[in-house]
């Protein structure tokens, strides 16, 4: 008797899972390539930015596995320079599809999000160092079809890594690597008011809480050794692929234009450091503090609050 009821609630659950898949829907997504002035630090410094729809990094793409994405790009008509759009979650053809256009112009086209994970999507026109460099980049999540492919996520942060250069106009600097800082999701030392008093915004979570954190490497050039300080990342999916996880790592290597899905637990309360542990990017920027608090706001990291800005 105990064995049939064990059966029968070992079936039912397995109805369950399976009943989690998501169906495949077409997404549309449009962006705007905009040429303006963003802030790169705490203070509110502006520099001459080249955008997806006026924001470094890019507003956040999400979809799930199976996807069709119809993707729209929309040069500005004020945009001084042609623009385009590579998405790291896509398979087209990087001629046509991938295809500079000019201010004022439209371009489409269509793909389908086959692999789940987390993927960086940039402009690629020439020069791409400086398109990238001036801030156009973002990420696109891919979440997988099967919803218990990955273990449930209290919260969820998006962290974007890139270098930020002085002269936006200078490629030479660009092409010598002469970066002035490192930035995470645009600003430098965004997240951390302990290097920088005017920082106003962190992560945070509550002990005990899976906080999964969406990263990307924007480059241009440099990689990142990205740890938690007084942390271990419980687990690591290198493209938040759900079959490449890799447990307790202490820091993980993201090269540019690579991302990977980290997810980090606090068994108490206090705070971590994620940092780029190349410490020469680290001390230029690349800094965020978690805050683990068992009162963290229960907006944060959750619904439109995984990208700070
Ligand atoms: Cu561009």
Redesign the pocket.
Known sequence: MKYKQLLRGMLASGFLLMGIQAEAKTVQVTLH?VETDVAYDNKGSTYRA?TFDGKVPGPVVRVTEGDTVEFTLINDKNSK?S??MDFHAARLDVVEDFESIKPGETKKYTFTADNPGVFFYH?G?DPMIQ?IARG?YGVIIVDPKDANALPKADREYVLIQAEHYENPDDKTAMMQNKWSNVVFNGGVFKYDPVHDSEATSWLQAKPGERVRIYFVNAGPNELSSLHPIAGIWDRVYPSGNPKNVQYALQSYLIGAGDAATLDLISPVEGANAIVDHSMRHAHSGAIAVIMFTNDADPEAGRGENILIR
């Open positions: 390539a080249w320079n623009h385009s402009c026109s398109h156009m």
